[in-house]
C-alpha cells in the first residue's frame, strides 16, 4: 500500500475548493483499484473509476457483496446461492445456508506468516507508556477466555456484558464471545451504574466483564464501587471477570474456577487450541444502544455476516486499510466508533487503544499518540479537531505526523475554517474526509474514497453499497436542495433486529414508516449536482422559517467564527398562533452583551444565510450532551412544547445531566410568559 499522500490543491473547480486530490501512484495502490481489476475479470464488470464502482455496488447489491466476499476469501461455508436472497426492507434475507464467525475472520491474520509476529493492538496510556500485542498473542488470548467462558456456561446465544474503558482486553472481549457464538455488548465505566443497567437489565447477561479502575486526566478513577453496584442490579448474572488495570496484582487464590469476581489475565493465560463455532450469517454478534435521549435505550443488534463484510468493505476499499497501516480513534466505548477498532482489524490493519484523556496536558494530546504510535489513519469528532484550532495549536509543527495518510472526520458536520485548518496547521497532504453513518449500522453512508478529489465542506460520496439519496417531505428524490436522507436498498450491515422488539414493531416504526420500503436515517442531507454530499444535522432537529429547512449544524459551523462562543445549541419551536421562536443558547466565558449578540447575528447571516439568524440570543451555562458527545436537541425542544421533564429527557443518558434543570426552568419560563421580548437581530 502506497504511503504516499495525494496532492494539495488550492484552487477553485465549478466554484468548489479542492482541498486534496489523490496521485496517480496513489490510486493504482489502493485496495479498491486492486478490487476493481478483480471484478473485471471474475465479474465481468469493468469500472474504470468510483463512481462506476459504486453505481454496480448498488444496481447489482448481490453481485457486489459476494465479490466483497470471495475477493477478500470470506471464512465460512454455505455462500452458494445468490447473496441477496430476498430482497425487502425491513426483512432482507442475506446468504441463508452460511456459516462464518466473525471473530474467526479477524484472527485470520495470526495464521498468515506474514502478519503473525507484527503488532495487532498497540495500547498507550496517558504517560506514553505503550505495550503490544501481535497477532498471534491476540489470538491466543482471545482463544484462551472464550474457552473459559464456555467451561463457565456460556453459550451460543448468551450474552456476555462488559463495563470496560478504551482497553485491549475490550477488544479481546468482544472477539472472544463472537468466537463461540455469545452476544457481545459494552458500555464505558463512566456511564451511571443506574444508566448502565437500563441497558443490560434488558439483556440479562450470564457474565459481566469489569474493571478496577482507569486513569483519566492525570488521575485514578476507581470503579470497584461502581461494579458493585451494577453486579448487584443484574440477579441473572453468574460470573464477573475483573480487569484489574490500576493494581495488576492478583487477590490471594485469583484464577478461572475461584469463587468471587474472576481474574481476566488468569482466563487470557491458557494455551488452548483454537476453535471458533461457525453461526448463520445473521446470528446475533453484539448489540449496540441507542443514545437513549427520550426514553430507555434501545439494543440495535448487528448479525456476524453482515458485519464481517461492512467491516472489510469500509475498512479496506472505502478507507484503504490494510497490513502495514495502522487505525487510532480515541473512542469512549459507548460509542459505535469504538467498534471501529475490531472492524479495522478484520482487514489486517493494527489498531491503537488508549483510555486517556484526549486532551490530557494540551489540547492537541491526539496528534502526540498519533506521532508515539505511528497511526496512519485518525478518527476523531469534528468537535475536537475545532478545539485544536481554536487553541492556536499547530500540531504538524509540533509533532512528526510523517506517516499520517488519512483523518476522517464523524459526529457532527466539519465547520469549513476547521477543514482549512487541518491542511495549514496538521498536514497539508492529508487526506482529510468527512463521514457520516450511525450506530444503526455501525458503519457509514456517506463519506471518503481513495479515488476521487476532496472539496472543501463536501462529503466525497455515497460510500460503495449505499444507495443514498435525499428526498422532499412528498418522497420525491431532489438534487441541490435539503432533504431526507434515504437508503433505497438493503445492506447486509442494517440490523438484524431490535432487542425484544418480538414483532419487529420497533424497528419498522424507526426507519421505515416515513418512506415505506426506504431505510429513513433522521439526517438532513444535501446532494450536490456533482455527487457530492452536504450534512446539515438530524432531520428532527432541522429547523424551518418559512417551509424552508435548515440545519442547525449550519449554525454551529458558523459560530466556530465567533472565539467567544464556547458551545450552542438551537432550537425551532412551532407555536399555537402558526409563528416560529428559534431561539439560539450560548455558552460563554464572559457576559452577554448586546455587542456580542450583534456579532454572532452578523456572523451566522455571512456565513448562513438571514434565515440561519436566531430570534433571541440567550446565554446558559453549559449544553447537555449525550456519553457520545451529542447534544440533545430534540429532548430540550420536548421540555419547551410541554413534556413532561421527568420522560422528555432521559438524565442517564448524559455527560452533564445537572444542566438540565437550567433548560427546565427556561422552558417553564416560556410557556408562562412566553418568549422574551427584547430581541437584537
Known amino acids: 500500500m502506497s504511503t504516499r499522500n495525494g496532492a494539495v490543491h488550492d484552487g477553485m473547480a465549478d466554484g468548489r475548493q479542492l482541498t486534496w486530490l489523490p496521485t496517480e501512484e496513489q490510486r493504482r495502490a489502493s485496495r479498491l483499484?486492486?478490487?476493481?481489476?478483480?471484478?473485471?475479470?471474475?465479474?465481468?464488470?469493468?469500472?474504470?473509476?468510483?463512481?462506476?464502482?459504486?453505481?454496480?455496488?448498488?444496481?447489482?447489491?448481490?453481485?457486489?457483496?459476494?465479490a466483497v466476499r470471495q475477493y477478500f476469501g470470506v471464512v465460512g461455508e454455505g455462500f452458494q446461492g445468490p447473496a441477496l436472497a430476498e430482497e425487502r426492507m425491513p426483512g432482507a434475507v442475506w446468504y441463508p445456508h452460511a456459516r462464518l464467525n466473525f471473530a474467526e475472520n479477524v484472527l485470520r491474520h495470526a495464521r498468515d506468516p506474514r502478519l503473525a509476529e507484527t503488532t495487532a493492538v498497540l495500547t498507550v496510556d496517558e504517560d506514553n507508556a505503550a505495550s503490544a500485542l501481535t497477532w498471534r498473542q491476540l489470538?491466543?488470548?482471545?482463544?484462551?477466555?472464550?474457552?473459559?467462558?464456555?467451561?463457565?456456561?456460556?453459550?451460543?446465544?448468551?450474552?456476555?456484558?462488559?463495563?470496560?474503558?478504551?482497553?485491549?482486553?475490550?477488544?479481546?472481549?468482544?472477539?472472544?464471545?463472537?468466537?463461540?457464538?455469545?452476544v457481545w455488548t459494552i458500555n464505558s465505566p463512566d456511564l451511571s451504574a443506574p444508566s448502565t443497567l437500563d441497558r443490560l437489565l434488558q439483556l440479562e447477561p450470564k457474565i459481566l466483564i469489569g474493571v478496577d479502575g482507569y486513569r483519566f486526566n492525570g488521575k485514578d478513577v476507581h470503579r470497584l464501587d461502581h461494579l458493585a453496584e451494577v453486579e448487584a442490579g443484574l440477579p441473572g448474572l453468574r460470573h464477573t471477570i475483573l480487569v484489574r488495570h490500576l493494581d495488576p496484582a492478583p487477590e490471594p487464590g485469583a484464577g478461572p474456577v475461584a469463587s468471587g469476581r474472576l481474574d481476566f489475565a488468569a482466563l487470557v493465560a491458557d494455551d488452548v487450541e483454537p476453535a471458533c463455532l461457525r453461526v448463520p450469517f445473521d446470528h446475533p454478534l453484539w448489540i449496540l444502544f441507542s443514545s437513549g435521549?427520550?426514553?430507555?435505550?434501545?439494543?440495535?443488534?448487528?448479525?456476524?455476516?453482515?458485519?464481517?463484510?461492512?467491516?472489510?468493505?469500509?475498512?479496506?476499499l472505502n478507507q484503504d486499510m490494510g497490513p502495514g497501516d495502522r487505525y487510532y480513534v480515541a473512542a469512549n466505548t459507548s460509542w459505535m466508533v469504538w467498534n471501529t477498532l475490531v472492524n479495522t482489524l478484520m482487514s489486517g490493519a493494527s489498531?491503537?487503544?488508549?483510555?486517556?484523556?484526549?486532551?490530557?496536558?494540551?489540547?492537541?494530546?491526539?496528534?502526540?499518540?498519533i506521532a508515539l504510535t505511528g497511526a496512519t489513519m485518525f478518527a476523531t469528532g469534528a468537535a475536537y479537531l475545532s478545539l485544536v484550532e481554536r487553541s492556536g495549536l499547530e500540531p504538524g509543527t509540533e509533532w512528526d505526523l510523517s506517516l499520517l495518510r488519512s483523518i476522517l472526520s464523524t459526529g457532527s458536520p466539519l465547520p469549513d475554517s476547521t477543514w482549512r485548518w487541518v491542511h495549514e496547521q496538521v498536514k497539508r497532504d492529508v487526506h482529510l474526509g468527512s463521514d457520516t453513518g450511525g450506530t444503526d449500522i455501525c458503519s457509514g453512508f456517506i463519506g471518503s474514497n481513495p479515488l476521487e478529489p476532496v472539496h472543501l465542506g463536501r462529503l466525497q460520496g455515497p460510500l460503495l453499497g449505499v444507495a443514498v439519496e435525499a428526498r422532499s417531505e412528498a418522497g420525491e428524490r431532489v438534487v441541490g436542495e435539503v432533504g431526507e436522507m434515504v437508503i433505497t436498498r438493503p445492506m447486509p450491515s442494517m440490523p438484524v433486529s431490535f432487542w425484544g422488539d418480538e414483532d419487529g414493531a420497533k424497528y419498522r416504526g424507526s426507519y421505515f414508516e416515513k418512506f415505506p420500503g426506504a431505510w429513513t436515517q433522521g439526517d438532513w442531507i444535501t446532494e450536490t449536482p456533482e455527487g457530492e454530499f452536504i450534512v446539515h444535522g438530524r432531520s428532527d432537529a432541522t429547523l424551518n422559517r418559512l417551509g424552508v429547512r435548515l440545519g442547525s449544524g449550519d449554525i454551529y459551523a458558523a459560530l466556530r467564527h465567533v472565539p467567544e462562543v464556547r458551545d450552542a445549541l438551537v432550537l425551532g419551536l412551532e407555536q399555537p398562533d402558526g409563528g416560529y421562536w428559534m431561539p439560539l443558547f450560548v455558552v460563554l466565558d464572559d457576559e452577554l452583551t448586546d455587542e456580542l449578540k450583534t456579532k454572532i447575528n452578523t456572523t451566522i447571516r455571512e456565513h448562513t444565510s438571514h434565515r440561519h439568524v436566531p430570534d433571541d440570543i440567550i446565554a446558559a451555562p453549559a449544553v447537555p450532551v449525550t456519553h457520545a458527545l451529542k447534544k440533545i436537541e430534540v429532548p430540550i425542544k420536548k421540555l419547551f412544547t410541554g413534556h413532561d421533564p421527568a420522560t422528555a429527557v432521559n438524565r442517564g443518558s448524559l455527560a452533564n445531566p445537572e444542566v438540565v434543570d437550567w433548560y427546565v426552568d427556561q422552558a417553564q419560563r416560556f410557556r408562562t410568559e412566553g418568549r422574551p421580548r427584547t430581541r437584537v437581530r
Open 351 to 369: 489498531v491503537v487503544t488508549y483510555a486517556g484523556s484526549p486532551t490530557h496536558r494540551r489540547k492537541d494530546r491526539q496528534f502526540e499518540v
Open 139 to 182: 489470538a491466543a488470548q482471545v482463544t484462551s477466555l472464550a474457552a473459559h467462558l464456555k467451561r463457565l456456561g456460556v453459550e451460543p446465544g448468551d450474552r456476555v456484558a462488559a463495563v470496560l474503558p478504551n482497553l485491549p482486553e475490550a477488544v479481546i472481549g468482544l472477539l472472544a464471545a463472537a468466537s463461540i457464538g455469545a
Open 33 to 66: 483499484w486492486d478490487f476493481m481489476a478483480w471484478v473485471t475479470r471474475h465479474r465481468n464488470v469493468r469500472p474504470a473509476d468510483y463512481r462506476e464502482v459504486w453505481r454496480w455496488s448498488v444496481r447489482e447489491p448481490a453481485d457486489f457483496w459476494d
Open 293 to 316: 435521549t427520550t426514553g430507555s435505550p434501545k439494543g440495535i443488534v448487528h448479525g456476524h455476516g453482515g458485519m464481517t463484510l461492512e467491516a472489510l468493505k469500509g475498512t479496506a
